[in-house]
């Protein structure tokens, strides 16, 4: 059998290749072609396309400066997948992308097998929608429990099939004690966004450190790049206060959530996996204003973090786009830093939020979801 896989951001080709391990060991002849990231790559040799470096755009203004990269990718990878003629095509989130070829495919081939993995949040800005998308969508696998009620009653067949965060993050479990003079920053993955969101995230550590002349800041750098860009951009506190007063990491988020007192964290997977550390946070965003503007007509939910959305109501602090100001964050941050019964609060309501997330072995479970959907097993 052959699988058709399209991921476009770095977690969705963790994902990915954390479903590719599970397929392989239910059938060891599987065939894995497609686009997704360096892991997805890893497992599925040279012809699977890593494009994330290109792919992982943010915002509706980024998207349509890329119009014509996109425009090309989209189109090629309709033709790859006519040629490849898989028993199965995955999409796994990135849904400005793959919605899109989820119709087109439809009408290319009608009776190619089309297979969701990590819901588009459409709950957030068009339920409608929904209805629409069981016309050329076979099956949705959901990492949340409520996706999969929601996407049924509208007539999309769906399954609640846990987190996959939850296996990944178990394995990076360490046995440590926060350390109090310590504040974690988390400014995200994409470079557009860490343009956006580290200044404010400096200029808050610079407020906080003022404070408490004993605190140490620790950024947690998603790849190389993005480390050297933060280092460029000003990536340490003024000569008074100690160039060693905050150092940039790469590869060492899981381990720096477990290790803070509290952190900062750009909205996104990365909220969700600050919870799962029981790490106290608050949650800080900011995007091009075009993409702001666009995003408030549309999006229909309370809150922007994840947790919060479990939870249905604010168990993080929020500072979205104009209210993403350093004096607001550093007040947030004192308390979190200083009130023991504020870091229990929160803490508390993070079990009861990742308890929603189902146990170990949602990979496994989407893999076998898929193996039966394909209506072939080994």
């Known amino acids: 059998m052959t699988i058709y896989f399209v991921a476009g951001e770095a977690s969705a080709d963790n994902h990915g290749a954390a479903l590719m391990r599970c397929l392989r060991e239910l059938d060891s002849q599987l065939e894995f072609v497609g686009r997704g990231g360096p892991q997805m790559q890893a497992i599925a040799g040279e012809q699977f396309k890593n494009w994330i470096g290109e792919a992982a755009v943010l915002g509706l203004w980024e998207v349509i400066r890329k119009y014509g990269y996109f425009r090309e990718q989209f189109h090629n990878t309709l033709r790859e997948i006519r040629e490849n003629k898989p028993d199965a095509v995955v ?20 009776r190619q097998k089309i297979i969701y993995y990590i819901s588009p949040q459409v709950w957030a800005w068009d339920r409608g929608r929904i209805k629409r998308m069981a016309q050329f969508i076979d099956v949705v696998l959901c990492i949340f429990p409520f996706e999969a009620d929601l996407y049924n009653k509208a007539g999309l067949r769906a399954a609640f099939v846990g987190h996959p965060m939850i296996e990944r993050l178990q394995g990076r479990e360490i046995h440590t004690e926060r350390d109090q003079n310590v504040i974690g920053l988390f400014p995200g993955s994409r470079s557009r966004e860490v343009r956006k ?24 750098a998603a790849s190389k790049q993005l480390a050297r860009e933060m280092t460029a951009s000003g990536g340490k506190l003024d000569q008074s206060q100690g160039e060693k007063a905050i150092q940039i990491k790469v590869g060492e988020t899981a381990e720096l959530m477990q290790r803070a ?6 909205s996104g997977s990365a909220t969700l996996e600050a919870a799962y550390f029981r790490l106290p946070f608050v949650l800080v965003y900011k995007v091009a204003w075009p993409t702001y503007v666009a995003a408030r007509l549309v999006v229909s939910v309370k809150y ?11 168990v993080v602090p929020e500072f979205i786009q104009h209210r993403a100001k350093s004096n607001a964050l550093v007040k947030a941050m004192q308390r979190l830093i200083e009130n023991a019964n504020a870091r229990q609060e929160m803490i508390s309501q993070f079990n009861e939020i990742i308890a929603q997330l189902g146990e170990m072995g949602a990979s496994e479970k989407a893999a076998r979801a898929i193996i039966e959907e394909i209506g072939s097993t080994s």
């Open 197 to 220: 969101i580290f200044p404010v995230m400096l200029e808050t550590a610079r407020g906080l450190k003022n404070y408490n002349p004993k605190l140490r800041f620790e950024v947690a």
């Open 91 to 110: 999409l796994i989130d990135y849904p400005g992308f793959n919605l899109r070829l989820a119709r087109a495919l439809r009408q290319q081939a009608p």
């Open 304 to 314: 922007l973090g994840m947790p919060n959305l479990l939870a249905d109501k604010q």
């Open 261 to 266: 007192w509290a952190g900062i964290v750009a």
